[in-house]
T-cell receptor
Framework: LAKTTQPISMDSYEGQEVNITCSHN???????ITWYQQFPSQGPRFIIQ???TKVTNEVASLFIPADRKSSTLSLPRVSLSDTAVYYC???????????FGSGTKLNVKP | GAVVSQHPSRVICKSGTSVKIECRSL??????MFWYRQFPKQSLMLMAT?????????EQGVEKDKFLINHASLTLSTLTVTSAHPEDSSFYIC??????????????FGPGTRLTVL
């Protein structure tokens, strides 16, 4: 599975848009990109998944450039409750295993 | 969305005892479930893949005799930590993939079980 690299941590303020970028230089043709959110002492929660270009749902947008070697999770107007660790995972749409990277700890300040 | 539960949510045990953790998919069937371990301030580490009706597949470095996995039905997988020691204290999380063809591919994670071994 493609290895991912993310910033260890990010700070933001309430109401701002936050963009978290993930590098996956070795992504394969059939790999999808999935982002999860995890709060302390809870299981990860699915945020968004995409293959190319842009995907948007009710909570986030995912931007994937043409070469797919990176992706950016965009969280609009974050609130204090968005303080969490965000994981980027790359793999086949129907692949069997998830290998988590280090994740990005987002700290939203008032 | 699909719901995965874990029981217990928190357990404290004495060193040398065994602890069983259950993972259930509440509203869907899961041929495959996964077990992860997470130490404080660290990422999730995949321990094993639990397959209904067959033996679990363990990741490199995970002792299969230490962490017994049973996937007895399409909605239940159990992880038993045998002869637990303080270094086994961790947050254990399971996840499940839905079995039905055409269903979403995302993995649904349980809420986790905090194990403390005294």
């Amino acid at each position: 599975l493609a290895k991912t690299t993310q910033p260890i941590s990010m700070d933001s303020y309430e109401g701002q848009e936050v963009n978290i970028t993930c590098s996956h230089n070795n992504i394969a043709t059939n790999d999808y990109i999935t982002w999860y959110q995890q709060f302390p002492s809870q299981g990860p929660r699915f945020i968004i998944q995409g293959y190319k270009t842009k995907v948007t749902n009710e909570v986030a947008s995912l931007f994937i450039p043409a070469d797919r070697k990176s992706s950016t999770l965009s969280l609009p107007r974050v609130s204090l409750s968005d303080t969490a660790v965000y994981y980027c995972l790359v793999g086949l749409y129907n692949f069997n295993k998830f290998y988590f990277g280090s994740g990005t700890k987002l700290n939203v300040k008032p | 969305g699909a719901v995965v539960s874990q029981h217990p949510s928190r357990v404290i045990c004495k060193s040398g005892t065994s602890v069983k953790i259950e993972c259930r998919s509440l509203d869907f069937q899961a041929t495959t479930m996964f077990w992860y371990r997470q130490f404080p301030k660290q990422s999730l580490m995949l321990m094993a893949t639990s397959n209904e009706g067959s033996k679990a597949t363990y990741e490199q470095g995970v002792e299969k005799d230490k962490f017994l996995i049973n996937h007895a039905s399409l909605t239940l997988s159990t992880l038993t930590v045998t002869s637990a020691h303080p270094e086994d204290s961790s947050f254990y999380i399971c996840s499940a993939r839905e079995t039905l063809a055409g269903s979403t591919d995302e993995q649904f994670f349980g809420p986790g079980t905090r194990l403390t071994v005294l």
